[in-house]
């Protein structure tokens, strides 16, 4: 049984799909039908927890939803999630999420954006195992770069291009 939303794509209802098979957790099914026959095209697309960006010029505030992976950064959303404040300077009142919702989502197969997935963990929300490993490799890849780039720049301070002088 399916229920086709405002958001343009078609919700599987009570997790089952058409036929009765299983979906895969986390992706969304979008099914068109051709000319009115019950032949059906599937296309699987992630759920992403990710931000989007509210309040006014120099005072960002964030809301945490669960939108489709090819919305917009301000799109339509599946379910908001809750908000994060960067500016106030009590740190209890920085962030506010419905953790339950998230938990939900992230069971379900979404996919946090990499500063949700960051913000998630300090929180212990989530798989943490992974997220230090992705840290690690994060890290180890700027510091890679961070070393070439430093390495580029004594090369080029040791041999200076030279110059054509015209006579």
Request: glycine share 8%; proline share 6%; with cysteine.
């Amino acid at each position: 049984m399916w229920f086709e939303g405002d958001l343009g794509f078609h919700l599987p209802l009570a997790g089952r799909g058409a036929a009765g098979y299983s979906l895969d957790p986390g992706l969304v099914p979008n099914v068109l039908f051709q000319f009115g026959t019950t032949r059906s095209v599937w296309e699987y697309h992630v759920v992403r927890l990710r931000f989007q960006r509210t309040g006014r010029h120099n005072h960002p505030c964030y809301r945490l939803a669960a939108i489709d992976s090819r919305t917009r950064r301000d799109g339509p959303v599946i379910e908001n999630l809750g908000w994060y404040n960067p500016i106030d300077p009590d740190a209890t009142k920085q962030v506010n999420f419905n953790e339950d919702r998230i938990k939900y989502w992230l069971s379900v197969g979404a996919l946090p954006s990499e500063t949700v997935e960051d913000i998630l963990a300090k929180r212990g929300i989530g798989n943490l195992k992974a997220w230090e490993e992705r840290r690690k490799s994060r890290s180890a890849v700027v510091a890679k770069n961070k070393v070439t780039a430093a390495a580029a720049a004594a090369e080029a301070a040791a041999n200076p291009p030279k110059k054509d002088v015209k006579k």
